[in-house]
């Protein structure tokens, strides 16, 4: 499959345990934060996004934190499993268009 | 409901030469991006259609330009290529709403 980023930061977690995935984003006025899941071959997938109303949001198994504070979004992943392995951009709303976070490898140890 | 489909998904060129990729959105979805995906650069947008009008372009040269059609498809096209354009090029849709859907991107290869 295509090579999504040949130097990322990798995560590296134990089945069955808890990820949690953090992000950096430089615009405090954005308003609206997305988190993608790229698998190898494959396009990035919407997991889970918040508003910047909101400073937590819950999905299946996936929970969005936001602290606009220290314009900082993590992703945390629970019961990690196998199928999770993937890179994970967080994405911010930069007035027109999404920016997009240089992305995190999600390696899950059997 | 089926996905965002792109096409050629791989595609090798040589310099100089220019290049047209695909992109069908999602049925009912206006609004068509397109995005640019190298291991050096990341994800960098190139620039983003809805209802035939580009909307929102970001910082590429001229030689990157795209249209849409009445259908909301859309294409993009590169002329005068240049090696640092390999990359995969990914489309993704909205329905105008902030959620986006990406297709599988087509793998640009430039010699």
């Known amino acids: 499959g295509e090579s999504v980023g040949l130097h990322l930061p990798t995560l590296s977690v134990q089945e069955g345990d808890n990820s949690i995935i953090n992000c950096a984003y430089s615009n405090s006025a954005s308003d609206y934060f997305i988190w993608y899941k790229q698998e190898s071959g494959k396009g990035p997938q919407f997991i889970i996004d918040i508003r910047s109303n909101m400073d937590k949001r819950q999905g299946q198994r996936v929970t969005v934190l936001l602290n606009k504070t220290v314009k900082h979004l993590s992703l945390q992943i629970a019961a990690t499993q196998p199928g999770d392995s993937a890179v994970y951009f967080c994405?911010?709303?930069?007035?027109?268009?999404?920016?997009f976070g240089p992305g995190t490898r999600l390696s899950v140890l059997p | 409901k089926a996905g965002v489909t792109q096409t050629p998904r791989y595609l090798i060129k040589t310099r100089g030469q220019q290049v047209t990729l695909s992109c069908s959105p999602i049925s009912g979805h206006r609004s068509v991006s397109w995005y640019q995906q190298t291991p050096g650069q990341g994800l960098q947008f190139l620039f983003e259609y809805f209802s035939e009008t580009q909307r929102n372009k970001g910082n590429f040269p001229g030689r990157f330009s795209g249209r849409q059609f009445s259908n909301s498809r859309s294409e993009m096209n590169v002329s005068t290529l240049e090696l640092g354009d390999s990359a995969l090029y990914l489309c993704?849709?909205?329905?105008?709403?902030?959620?986006?859907?990406f297709g599988p991107g087509t793998r640009l290869t430039v010699t």
């Open positions: 994405a911010e709303d930069y007035g027109q268009n999404f920016v």
């Open positions: 993704a849709s909205s329905s105008g709403q902030f959620e986006q859907y």
